[in-house]
């Protein structure tokens, strides 16, 4: 396994949404270590609070607090924006990586709109788009956290939300390519604006975390399979890796002066299901760049952000 070195990040302010456990506990720390100060947007307070606890023990200098967020809701993702803002220090690194996973029946965020597709695609678009003024100032690294499921997703333009049919799997994968689509318009549209930002997206390949137990456990009255699968493949050593191996494509993405606007990395292995961390190829999925400008804009309608205008 290739470590990643991260470079000295003192001064630097990092927001990682997610970051109450899993990947996104894991990165928190490593971006403690290296310096950052750090903002852990959460939905639950007791976990947030366990968070910062455990950063503090591992990182005792860390510079770390939490705000209330839920990316299910767009007055919430406002709110905390309004009070980013409001206190006016420039972002330098945005990690977009909070999610919910394969619910086996539909449900739907504040607003209405599919659970998966709202909070991991719109709620982080909302975030990003009404953050830009820090963003800009901070000539941040904006990295959004896909899925390899972002190969099989498939926009039907007609069904977004899933409501004439829904598959736990199938809107999973269509939120995580619609993350990719964001990470890439975003780059090319900073890129032609002169925004300052660079933009790219990341995988930690198959980690084993709470996401395999929440999303699909959502509405069963029985632990759902994919729970004690998981946990058997990583008890072997097969297709799973550790929480500290599956963060490494992101912190390279997100630190390394190597990585690159408008790419996505993630694990080198075999089905990119474990591995070192590596630029891969976009997926075809997310190739057409007519799709991602559509999508932006269906994603500013529907957030009721305009990245124009902030």
């Not at 990316?71 to 993702?77: G, Q, Y």
């Not at 009404?130 to 039907?156: E, F, N």
Request: proline letters at 5%.
């Amino acid at each position: 396994m290739t470590e990643v070195t991260v470079p000295d990040l003192r001064g630097k302010l990092a927001v990682v949404t997610g970051a109450s456990d899993g990947i996104g506990l894991g990165l928190a720390e490593r971006l403690a270590r290296a310096g950052a100060e750090l903002v852990l947007p959460v939905r639950n307070a007791s976990k947030g609070a366990a968070a910062l606890e455990r950063i503090r023990v591992n990182v005792p200098e860390a510079q770390v607090s939490t705000r209330v967020l839920d990316l299910a809701s767009l007055a919430s993702v406002e709110t905390l924006a309004d009070t980013l803002n409001a206190e006016g220090r420039p972002i330098h690194f945005l990690i977009n990586n909070a999610g919910v996973m394969a619910p086996p029946v539909r449900h739907t965020t504040e607003d209405g709109y599919e659970l998966q597709f709202g909070t991991n695609h719109l709620g982080h678009v909302a975030l990003t788009g009404r953050l830009m003024p820090l963003l800009r100032a901070g000539q941040a690294r904006v990295t959004t956290v896909t899925s390899s499921a972002a190969r099989g997703g498939r926009i039907d333009w007609d069904d977004l939300q899933s409501e004439q049919r829904y598959s736990p799997v199938r809107a999973y994968n269509l939120s995580k390519l619609a993350n990719l689509l964001f990470a890439l318009e975003l780059n090319r549209l900073s890129t032609a604006g002169e925004w300052g930002i660079v933009s790219n997206a990341a995988h930690p390949g198959t980690t084993l975390t709470n996401l395999y137990a929440s999303g699909p456990n959502l509405g069963r009255t029985r632990p759902a399979p994919h729970e004690a699968i998981m946990k058997r493949l990583a008890r072997w050593g097969v297709f799973v890796q550790s929480v500290d191996a599956g963060v490494l494509p992101l912190l390279y993405a997100a630190t390394s002066r190597d990585a690159r606007g408008g790419c996505l990395y993630g694990p080198d292995g075999l089905g990119q299901f474990t591995g070192s961390p590596t630029q891969l190829a976009i997926y075809k999925s997310a190739r057409n760049e007519a799709d991602a400008a559509r999508l932006w804009q269906i994603s500013e309608r529907l957030t009721g952000v305009t990245f124009a205008a902030v």
